[in-house]
Nanobody, 122 residues
Framework: QLQFVESGGGLVQVGGSLRLSCVAS????????LGWFREAPGKEREGVSCISESADRTKYPDSVKGRFTVSRDNAKNTLYLQMNNLKSEDTAVYYCQVVLNCDGWTTLAPVWGKGTRVTVSS
């Protein structure tokens, strides 16, 4: 069964940077589009990036566009999220998932990892 382990979160000041990683086991990620999602306190989970199987297409919502960069290393079965110029509203728990495609945010795997917490302080 596909499982994810996210890491790289932490406490950072406004304007700082973090790089998140997501390592998968149980399947070969190279066959799937992948997404990063976040869940802030009191808010619904939202997609913050998507990358196609071959990394030739990425997608971001306006809230993070120009600040976040998603990448993947299929040989390592790993997904990354570089987050720059962080804002207080980026505070959330971040998760990775398999998605249907980068036209939407439909997830496919039944299991979510524990996520990695990002806290941006002002």
């Amino acid at each position: 069964q596909l499982q994810f382990v996210e890491s790289g979160g932490g406490l950072v000041q406004v304007g700082g940077s973090l790089r998140l990683s997501c390592v998968a086991s149980g399947d070969d990620l190279r066959h799937y589009p992948l997404g990063w999602f976040r869940e802030a306190p009191g808010k619904e989970r939202e997609g913050v990036s998507c990358i196609s199987e071959s990394a030739d297409r990425t997608k971001y919502p306006d809230s993070v566009k120009g600040r976040f960069t998603v990448s993947r290393d299929n040989a390592k079965n790993t997904l990354y999220l570089q987050m720059n110029n962080l804002k207080s509203e980026d505070t959330a728990v971040y998760y990775c998932q398999v998605v249907l495609n980068c036209d939407g945010w439909t997830t496919l795997a039944p299991v979510w990892g524990k996520g990695t917490r990002v806290t941006v302080s002002s």
